[in-house]
């Protein structure tokens, strides 16, 4: 059966793109390359270039010294393929509506993603990774080192047993190493790092990175997070202390030693992403490309490390939907290298950004807005608030929904009954910890999210 949908795919993928008259190929001559870098679970202050001291991500931290970064950057849901399927419609999942690991992208929707668009008009495309939408469409790449599903961080090569991250990285230069001269490139890399290596025969380290980074965070102390405190645990409902956050976080942070053990394994597959970030900006120097190739740097969503005795992601808290994002454009000029926006920018706004940059128009149905008049430091009319939405099913994770403004947070368990929810003034309260919803002084405010949550909600479709 997956062959035949796989088929199925390629053929409608074929019509819909490749045949293309060459006028349009002619027109993209001299748009700039784009590499797009996606990392799974990497939450937004895990660089140095947040302010993480001890984490070490000299590349990416270059990356935002010659670009700009986002410093208020979500995802509208956090889990994997949804959020994926996000960022390459440019659409929030109430209208794109995949929530599931098999659901495949009609032709419809697959013709109007930044690949399939940037291929009509003319670019050579590449794609390594977890693609991550149900089959991938490997007819629509010039270059397929696509995975299925989560992958394996150990893979054979020549009789050879190599770390993927590092497979990915030669991915990458072989893909540049190709790149003609008279087509510009679209190069998309989807890490498997840092996401855990989900299987019961890994449960002793999930975090499985290349056991010769052993001694990096050897000799440092990464400190809990304030909000793994047990009092935070405490005041959860039931339905939350049994969830599966706290099953994954049962065999990842139960203790000390462990909670040492696991996040330094987290942050080694984060500097292993970095070090291939350096190999990919030192190939494109060689090959003379670096001055006109934007790179974007975004993970698909962030990951709690032990807030509220949780482990995994799906709900609206700060270290679950905040995600790094960086735009390096080489043709910006130095006044604007190395600047931060703090407007709030989305996941769906990465299909549109990359096309505009490649002087194409985002598609009609696309809900996100282009990242790049903020990068060239205008100041065009922004969001001020976001809709958050997580309905995979799955027994022990919660439906939720939920709002973010600038000032404050609102999170809607919608299957409870009654309905459980969540407010946080982020001015007073950045970390979180208060739960404001059952205050009576904050009747009001919470009268407005739920009227504003209403009002988003629908605006998604």
Sequence with gaps: ????????????????????????????????????????????????????????????????????????????????????????????????????????????????????????????LGFIGKWGVGTAPTALFDYDRTFEGQGGYFVKRDGQTIHLTRLMGDQAVEFLSGAPQDQPFCLSISFKAPHEQDSESVIQQPFLFDPAHASWYADVTIPPPKLAAPEYFERLPDFLKNSENRARWAA??????????????????????????????????????????????????????GEYGFSGKWYAHEVSIRVPMIVCDPRLPDARRGTRRSEMALNIDLAPTLLELAGLPAPPRAQGQSLVPLVEGRQPAWRHEFFYEHHFKHPRIPDNEGLRTERWKYLRFVDQQPVYEELYDLAADPLEEHNLAKEPASAATLAEMRTKWAQLREQSK
């Design 1 to 124: 059966m997956r062959n035949i949908l796989r088929i199925t795919l390629a053929v409608a993928v074929c019509l819909a793109v490749n045949l293309r008259p060459a006028a349009v190929f002619a027109q993209a001559k001299g748009r700039p390359n784009l590499i797009f870098l996606l990392t799974d679970d990497q939450r937004a202050d895990t660089l140095g270039a947040t302010g993480n001291r001890i984490i070490r991500t000299p590349h990416i931290d270059g990356l935002a010294r010659r670009g700009v970064m986002f410093s208020n950057a979500f995802v509208t849901t956090a889990i994997c393929m949804t959020s994926r399927a996000s960022i390459l419609t440019g659409q929030y999942a109430a209208r794109h509506g995949d929530w599931d690991f098999s659901r495949s992208f009609t032709a419809e929707q697959l013709a109007a993603t930044y690949p399939a668009l940037l291929k009509q008009a003319g670019y050579r």
């Design 252 to 305: 990842r942070y139960w203790g000390p030693a462990r909670y040492q053990e696991c996040v330094k394994g987290y942050y080694r597959l984060i500097s292993e992403v970095d070090d291939e970030v350096g190999r990919i900006v030192a190939e494109l120097e060689k090959r003379k490309l670096a001055d006109n190739t934007v790179i974007v740097y975004t993970s698909d969503h962030g990951a709690y490390l």
